[in-house]
């Protein structure tokens, strides 16, 4: 019995030791290979932004590094143009009634219309009566890009290791920028929300018998009616588009955009107008690379990559709250406007729903100005380059 524990006690000594010889083996062996026998951590800057990123080798002419970007935000400057549907909101009539608001709701009152039974419409009125239009509103641009990085370099020279030619992929959110009004456009969005809810106002009070009201001698109804509604236009549709949305009932409802109809956006109920630009979320990348020592023990690295990241298509470029409107559909005589009509059962009018999620690159065309050079710039923009410097430290 004493004999065979000794055996035991032998066996397991023997086979640890041969265990430790053979980690120590497999550690040479992927130490002479050089597979994953170091460590290089880097931090970085370039037009993908700021980042951090580790390498680390498999074989002789493989790397793989992994690593996040971020893109830091700033702002770049523009104006989107802002008209009613028959031309500048600069124009006179329009200055006039929407300058001097607190007037034309003392005429209303004086008329019979209580806009106490209108609260959303008083409230826009009050607040912003008095507020000197433009026909421009400024808009902030953003970037929003943040990622990470997958990448394999391929060093092809046995004896210069410098060079290196790199594949793989950037995974992110699809969202890589936004627009938004600045914060002292606030008032006049909302002066335009409010222009809006007085025309829609002017249409349905006509037509549900309340009367005609004069301003300095002229028609409130005709001349809102002429103006119609007012927004930021955005060319025409260059397809049919379709969109379903549920109303307050639950019930769904079909929104169709002819093509070739007008485009225009209006401010959204808070008094903001925004857009944002979306992009495929995995994104394919080809480079090339230049790596360099930056000591004498080799430590401290200096590496140099360009390439182009894939975007899988143009960006798009989304706004929600646009109208649909067809003007060959306006009758002023028939009682049908760009954005109020008769109901199916000819008893009432309904005004109608914008429709959410446009795509100006695809959805539109002919967007003229400053918002139409953008698109035009980002229908073309199907690859981002980069140029990034990144310097490196080797752990072990």
Same mark, same amino acid.
């Given at each position: 019995?004493?004999?065979?524990?000794?055996?035991?006690?032998a066996?397991?000594?023997?086979?640890?030791?041969?265990?430790q010889?053979?980690?120590?083996?497999?550690?040479?062996?992927?130490?002479?290979? =050089?597979?994953?026998?170091?460590?290089?951590? #880097?931090?970085? +800057? *370039?037009?993908?932004? !700021? @980042?951090?990123?580790v390498?680390?080798?498999?074989?002789?002419?493989?790397?793989?590094?992994?690593?996040?970007?971020?893109?830091?935000?700033?702002?770049?400057?523009?104006?989107?143009?802002?008209?009613?549907?028959?031309?500048?909101?600069?124009?006179?009539?329009?200055?006039?009634?929407?300058?001097?608001?607190?007037?034309?709701?003392?005429?209303?009152?004086?008329n019979?219309?209580?806009?106490?039974?209108?609260?959303?419409?008083?409230?826009?009125i009050?607040?912003f009566?008095?507020?000197?239009?433009?026909?421009?509103?400024?808009?902030?641009?953003?970037?929003?890009?943040?990622?990470?990085?997958?990448?394999?370099?391929?060093?092809?020279?046995?004896? =210069?290791?410098?060079?290196?030619?790199?594949? #793989?992929?950037? +995974? *992110?959110?699809?969202? !890589? @920028?936004?627009?938004?009004?600045?914060?002292?456009?606030?008032?006049?969005?909302?002066?335009?929300?409010?222009?809006?809810?007085?025309?829609v106002?002017?249409?349905?009070?006509?037509?549900?018998?309340?009367?005609?009201?004069?301003?300095?001698g002229?028609?409130?109804?005709?001349?809102?009616?002429?103006?119609?509604?007012?927004?930021?236009?955005?060319?025409t549709?260059?397809?049919?588009?379709?969109?379903?949305?549920?109303?307050?009932?639950?019930?769904?409802?079909?929104?169709?955009?002819?093509?070739?109809?007008?485009a225009?956006?209006?401010?959204?109920?808070?008094?903001t107008?925004?857009?944002?630009?979306?992009?495929?979320?995995?994104?394919?990348?080809i480079?090339?690379?230049?790596?360099?020592?930056?000591?004498?023990?080799?430590?401290?690295?200096?590496?140099?990559d360009?390439?182009?990241?894939?975007?899988?298509?143009?960006?798009?470029?989304?706004?929600?709250?646009?109208?649909?409107?067809?003007?060959?559909?306006?009758?002023?005589?028939?009682?049908?406007y760009?954005?109020?009509?008769?109901?199916?059962?000819?008893?009432?009018?309904?005004?109608?729903?914008?429709?959410?999620?446009?795509?100006?690159?695809r959805d539109?065309?002919?967007?003229?100005?400053?918002?139409?050079?953008?698109?035009?710039?980002?229908?073309?923009?199907?690859?981002?380059?980069?140029?990034?410097?990144?310097?490196?430290?080797?752990?072990?």
């Open positions: 019995m004493k004999a065979f524990g000794a055996f035991a006690i066996l397991s000594l023997t086979a640890a030791m041969s265990a010889e053979g980690s120590q083996s497999f550690t040479s062996v992927l130490a002479r290979k =050089n597979i994953l026998n170091h460590m290089d951590v #880097g931090v970085n +800057v *370039g037009t993908m932004g !700021v @980042g951090v990123d390498a680390v080798p498999v074989g002789d002419y493989v790397r793989v590094r992994a690593g996040y970007h971020y893109m830091p935000r700033f702002t770049i400057n523009s104006d989107f143009p802002v008209e009613t549907r028959s031309g500048s909101l600069s124009q006179s009539d329009l200055k006039r009634y929407m300058g001097k608001m607190s007037e034309v709701t003392t005429i209303l009152e004086q019979g219309i209580n806009l106490d039974n209108y609260s959303r419409e008083k409230s826009l009050d607040k009566s008095g507020v000197e239009l433009k026909d421009k509103v400024s808009m902030g641009m953003r970037p929003s890009m943040h990622q990470f990085k997958l990448l394999v370099d391929v060093l092809p020279f046995k004896n =210069n290791k410098h060079w290196s030619l790199t594949t #793989g992929i950037f +995974v *992110g959110p699809a969202q !890589v @920028g936004d627009a938004c009004n600045k914060d002292l456009e606030m008032p006049l969005l909302q002066a335009i929300n409010a222009y809006n809810e007085l025309y106002m002017s249409c349905t009070w006509e037509m549900l018998g309340g009367g005609d009201v004069y301003y300095r002229r028609s409130l109804h005709d001349t809102f009616s002429k103006m119609g509604v007012a927004g930021f236009p955005l060319g549709f260059a397809r049919d588009v379709t969109r379903v949305v549920t109303d307050e009932n639950g019930a769904e409802h079909t929104l169709v955009a002819a093509k070739g109809t007008k225009i956006m209006v401010p959204s109920a808070d008094g107008a925004r857009a944002e630009m979306e992009v495929s979320k995995v994104r394919p990348y480079g090339f690379g230049y790596n360099t020592h930056l000591s004498r023990n080799k430590r401290w690295q200096l590496n140099v360009a390439g182009v990241m894939f975007l899988c298509g143009a960006p798009k470029v989304y706004v929600d709250n646009v109208y649909s409107i067809d003007e060959s559909l306006i009758d002023t005589g028939n009682e049908v760009d954005i109020v009509r008769p109901n199916e059962e000819g008893t009432d009018y309904v005004v109608d729903t914008p429709l959410s999620h446009i795509d100006l690159v539109l065309q002919g967007i003229t100005g400053k918002v139409g050079d953008l698109v035009d710039v980002a229908s073309k923009f199907k690859v981002y380059p980069n140029a990034t410097v990144t310097f490196s430290y080797r752990l072990y």
